[in-house]
């Protein structure tokens, strides 16, 4: 049964580039369609690749995926991707926002600009998630989600089908926990203290 | 949280005096990118903090026209989503084409690459001296840089290929002279265009339009602002001409809905219904 009692955590931000299909086909399957905290998602992508990867991750996934509109306030149950070519910003009062401001860490969408703006909005009731990829994107606004209080959570980069982006993290800071992928759903159902209906299971797995 | 408010206090008394001192209205932008573009300047600034800087902003105009400079950044690309100005050239040409006279307002154009990618585009599809380009932008320090037309020649290559996927009918080439690591367009693209500066969030509307691009504008902007211009681009659009907005922008849920219709699904590409 779900206590009456929510969690504490507003948001979820999700940062991955080099081998983030797969990363993402693997953390958002093993997640109920009632997930009840929000998730934004940074996955580096090409400008021109249009919103292929929001259809097929919500073909894939039991949880609902969708490509991220301005203004949208965010719901549980649902995962907002960042659109190609457009940096995908929260505002103070949680709801989402786009921006074609010039690429940061030569990337837009860049992690560092969402984990910037949540951990802006959100504070402490944050959860960081820093995954598989190459550059360096995603460590200051991990380190910036930290510092505001919020939990961090890095992939292990000796797993991570590229290592520098979680590896360069690990130099800024020593997150709340290093974790495989495998690892990485089960602590979010952790954090959101999901329990799943009756006679359900939590989990669809491939 | 004393520090992130103290500081959302000082940038909203900034904004404030600004719009009382010079007019320009910042009030109603979204406040996440707003902020980072205001931090950005403050950095690269000499003041310490936004309440040391607001002294000098409001009394030194050239000090306010860095933060203007700051705070209106837009970068674009020619030809940004070539398959929007595929559509264009696709769908929407054949109905301007039998108009006598075409008038086309690109609002927002920054440092023109939009406003050039049209006239390029209109060129190609026959139109000669039959059309007026007028290029606004809330920055007058931008609209210099739209009217030189050059460009840094690195970006000629992306240009290139998106000029290639709109369906472009020329070699891109043909369009620009090169010198040294400067691209500079051909001259007599801007014969027909216009540049003035125009601020969307105050000033009024611009008169019959059968065309208006105003793309990757409106995501800046919360509702209320958004809502304004959408009513100040409305009233410039003669009935029956078309609206052009970003690819994560759509009339969906708002007032005009009822008023245009969508030329192809997701094209954000609207007409505006003859009443």
């Known amino acids: 049964m779900n206590k009456s009692t929510t969690p504490p955590w507003q948001a979820v931000v999700v940062g991955v580039s080099m081998g983030g299909l797969e990363a993402l086909k693997r953390l958002l399957s093993a997640l109920p369609a009632d997930f009840p905290i929000p998730i934004l998602v940074v996955q580096h992508m090409d400008p021109q690749s249009g919103d292929g990867l929001a259809t097929i991750l919500d073909a894939f996934c039991p949880i609902r995926v969708k490509e991220a509109d301005a203004g949208e306030q965010p719901l549980a149950g649902t995962v907002y991707l960042a659109p190609a070519n457009y940096h995908l910003l929260v505002e103070p009062d949680g709801c989402l926002a786009l921006s074609i401001d010039p690429p940061v860490n030569y990337a837009r969408p860049s992690v560092d600009v969402l984990f910037e703006t949540a951990a802006e909005a959100h504070g402490s009731k944050l959860v960081g998630l820093l995954l598989t990829g190459a550059g360096s994107d995603g460590s200051r606004g991990l380190r910036t989600i930290q510092q505001r209080g919020g939990h961090t959570l890095v992939q292990d980069p000796t797993e991570a089908l590229a290592e520098s982006m979680p590896r360069s993290a690990l130099e800024l800071l020593k997150p709340d926990a290093i974790l495989s992928l495998e690892e990485m759903a089960p602590r979010l159902l952790d954090l959101a203290q999901y329990s799943p209906p009756k006679g359900l299971k939590p989990t669809r797995l491939p | ?141 931008v609209l210099t840089q739209a009217k030189a037309g050059i460009y840094p020649l690195k970006e000629l290559q992306k240009f290139t290929q998106n000029y290639q996927k709109a369906g472009g009918k020329a070699a891109f080439s043909d369009y620009y002279a090169a010198s040294f690591d400067l691209a500079m367009l051909e001259p007599r693209l801007r014969e027909r265009m216009v540049f003035a500066t125009h601020n969307l969030a105050v000033d009024a509307n611009f008169g019959e339009m059968n065309l208006v691009l105003c793309r990757n504008v409106l995501i800046y902007f919360k509702p209320n602002l958004k809502a304004r211009v959408l009513e100040l681009l409305d009233a410039s659009l003669a009935p029956g001409g078309f609206l052009c907005l970003g690819q994560k922008e759509s009339l969906d849920t708002t007032p005009w809905q009822k008023g245009y219709q969508e030329i192809a699904p997701r094209s954000r590409v609207y007409r505006k219904r003859y009443e």
């Open chain 2, 1 to 141: 949280m004393p520090t992130p408010n103290l500081q959302h206090v000082e940038m909203h008394l900034l904004l404030e005096g600004v719009f009382q001192m010079y007019g320009h209205d910042f009030r109603d932008y979204a406040e996440a990118s707003l902020h980072r573009r205001l931090n950005k300047w403050l950095a690269e600034s000499r003041f310490p903090g936004f309440s040391e800087a607001q002294g000098p902003v409001l009394r030194d105009p050239a000090v306010f026209q860095t933060l203007l400079k700051g705070l209106t950044v837009h970068v674009t690309e020619m030809f940004r989503d070539p398959l929007a100005f595929k559509a264009l050239r696709e769908e929407v040409i054949p109905h301007l084409r039998t108009y006598p006279f075409l008038k086309v307002w690109v609002a927002g154009c920054a440092t023109g690459e939009e406003a050039y990618s049209l006239a390029i585009l209109l060129e190609e599809e026959g139109f000669k001296d039959r059309y007026r380009i007028y290029a606004t932008d809330i920055d007058p320090e």
